[in-house]
């Protein structure tokens, strides 16, 4: 366990974890990070695609862990099938990736009380919202440069909960002139553009916290 000090009265604790499969047949590695004092919650952040190198090393998918633990929520990262320490085979199978969340969001709903965040980034972010409808602890959903094709208004729709999606300006794979207007489609939604970033976030990583801690304040 690494525990590491943030200021005069603020400590956030990280831990690797083994997320267990359906049937046994194979583990994730995660990373657990404790909220900011007391925990009113969680969050389950995945990672961009496996097969083009997406991990939850990814600087965004820190950003986002870390405005959780900042708004009092416990939050989980993890790599994909055959991705680091996860076991498996290599996988760009929405399906198979929706089951990868799946285990994550059940294993931190087993370590943390209260309402759960579906966060993610691009492919993640896609992923997230797939396999958190229907799931009875997920409140809201984060959803960081989901590619336009792969955001569906009816899954959305069907999620029914609060949404904020966080685009890159210059994003070329969710571009915000067609990703705008779905999130004003819908009900509960919030759209984010970050002047001067690209789908990559060289650019405009303090931009995605500072949107995801108002929006995880407003909304918790």
């Known amino acids: ?47 961009p695609h496996p097969e083009f190198g997406g991990s939850m090393d990814s600087p965004v998918v820190n950003e986002l862990a870390w405005s959780c633990q900042r708004a009092g929520l416990a939050s989980l990262c993890f790599n994909w099938r055959g991705v680091g320490a996860s076991s498996g085979r290599l996988s760009g199978d929405p399906g198979e990736a ?14 943390v009380e209260g309402a759960v965040v579906a966060c993610g980034y691009s492919w993640g972010a896609a992923t997230a ?35 904020l999606v966080i685009v890159g300006e210059a994003d070329q794979f969710a571009p915000p002139g067609e990703l705008g207007p779905l999130v004003a489609s819908l009900d509960r939604a919030e759209f984010v553009t970050v002047p001067g970033a690209d789908h990559f976030f060289a650019a405009g990583l303090g931009a995605i916290s500072r949107a995801a801690g108002e929006w995880l304040a407003r909304t918790g």
């Open 98 to 111: 929706a089951e990868d969340y799946s285990a994550a969001l059940e294993h931190l709903t087993e370590s």
């Open 129 to 163: 919202v797939r396999a958190a409808l229907g799931a009875e602890r997920v409140a809201r959903a984060l959803l960081v440069a989901p590619p336009a094709g792969m955001l569906d208004a009816e899954v959305l729709r069907g999620f029914g909960g609060e949404v």
């Open 1 to 47: 366990m690494a525990e590491t000090e943030t200021g005069a009265n603020s400590r956030r604790e990280q831990r690797g974890v083994v997320i267990p499969m359906g049937g046994g047949l194979s583990v994730l590695e995660g990373l657990f990070v404790a909220a900011a004092g007391a925990s009113s919650g969680g969050a389950v952040v995945a990672p």
